[in-house]
Nanobody, 121 residues
Framework: VQLQAFGGGLVQAGGSLRLSCAASGRSFIYYHMGWFRQVPGKEREFVAAISWSGGMTYYTDSVKGRFTISRDNAKNTVYLQMISLKSEDTAVYYC???????????????WGQGTELTVSS
């Protein structure tokens, strides 16, 4: 599975943005998909994940109620809708695919190249 994340940019605090991650390969449907983020000097942290069927979603506490992960298996794409953005959401966001749940950075098998989000306060 090859992943390509896009949609990052510069947003004002309180604004919204949607990240997308396009996957290639017919096996996309068999993978759980997740979003992680990383800031310089810190470890990559889990943000959200969605099961292969889309029936289960998981979020880190700091984004609950503000971020929504979804997937369209027909389009081989996973999305991260973000609202009420805060300066602390500033990071490089990576999409990942894995077959183990719950997803972690260490058990994810495939990674996108990252897309940068900057939230200005």
């Amino acid at each position: 599975v090859q992943l390509q994340a896009f949609g990052g940019g510069l947003v004002q605090a309180g604004g919204s943005l949607r990240l997308s991650c396009a996957a290639s390969g017919r096996s996309f449907i068999y993978y759980h998909m997740g979003w992680f983020r990383q800031v310089p000097g810190k470890e990559r942290e889990f943000v959200a994940a969605i099961s292969w069927s889309g029936g289960m979603t998981y979020y880190t506490d700091s984004v609950k109620g503000r971020f929504t992960i979804s997937r369209d298996n027909a389009k081989n794409t996973v999305y991260l809708q973000m609202i009420s953005l805060k300066s602390e959401d500033t990071a490089v966001y990576y999409c990942a695919a894995g077959r183990i749940s719950p997803m972690t950075a260490s058990n994810s098998e495939y990674w996108g190249q990252g897309t940068e989000l900057t939230v200005s306060s």
